[in-house]
């Protein structure tokens, strides 16, 4: 597609489960982002791959949050044993190169219940 | 860690009229961006710039990278309804991050005024 694309939009689950966001970049692109913006807030780093692997994963929280981009393309963030405080919108973006303009998905809006 | 001081929080703006916000840091950046972000939405990339002192407009929109490489501002002459949203800048630290950590600011909301 054109842009960079989140799925699901929408992501309700329990407390303690697992879940998977998955982010479709745009075609070519070999930078990939992902953020987590709370109400209120600016998106806040997590993650960055340049190609398949993880160039800076410093602002993953706990070993709770895994992310994978197995070849250079689809991403996916993986939260294990949910918590409520992980309820947020995770936004993931594009570049053709780090550094430069990063163009961002509608995002998934996660809610632990 | 790093963070952007971004002002206003939130202004209220009359078709027309122009608006003003800013960023500012502690730290030198290399790259400022701006986006705008409507409800439900991604935000949007709106202008980007490297150079300090670079001054790059998009339409109605201006933004400068202050000479210091420490803040930078954006212009919205002659506000429309659309413009209504929350407006972030982001930079990219010269130091403390790996080139693809943007530091977002908390945003400033533009409301249409009752």
């Known amino acids: 597609g054109a842009g960079v694309s989140q799925t699901p939009s929408n992501k309700v689950t329990e407390k303690g489960k697992y879940v998977e966001l998955r982010c479709d970049p745009i075609?070519?692109?070999?930078?990939l982002y992902w953020y987590r913006q709370s109400l209120g807030q600016g998106p806040e780093f997590l993650i960055y791959?340049?190609?398949?692997?993880?160039?800076?994963d410093s602002g993953l929280p706990n070993d709770r949050f895994f992310a994978v981009r197995p070849e250079g393309s689809v991403s996916t963030l993986k939260i294990q044993r949910t918590e409520r405080g992980d309820s947020a919108v995770y936004l993931c973006a594009s570049s053709s190169q780090s550094g430069t303009e990063a163009f961002f998905g509608q995002g998934t809006r996660l809610t632990v219940v | 860690g790093q963070q952007l001081n971004q002002s206003p929080q939130s202004m209220f703006i009359q078709e027309g009229e122009d608006v003003s916000m800013n960023c500012t840091s502690s730290?030198?950046?290399?790259?400022w961006l701006w986006y705008k972000q409507d409800p439900g939405e991604g935000p949007v990339l709106l202008i980007a710039l490297y150079k300090a002192g670079e001054l790059t407009s998009n339409g109605r929109l201006t933004a400068q990278f202050g000479i210091t490489r420490k803040d930078s501002f954006l212009n919205i002459s002659a506000s429309i309804p659309s413009d209504v949203g929350i407006y972030f800048c982001?930079?990219?630290?010269?130091?403390?991050?790996?080139?693809?950590?943007?530091?977002f600011g908390k945003g400033t909301k533009l409301s249409v005024k009752p």
């Open positions: 791959f340049q190609g398949t692997g993880a160039a800076d």
């Open positions: 982001a930079g990219q630290p010269t130091y403390g991050g790996s080139q693809g950590n943007l530091i």
């Open positions: 075609s070519g692109h070999t930078a």
């Open positions: 730290s030198i950046f290399n790259t």
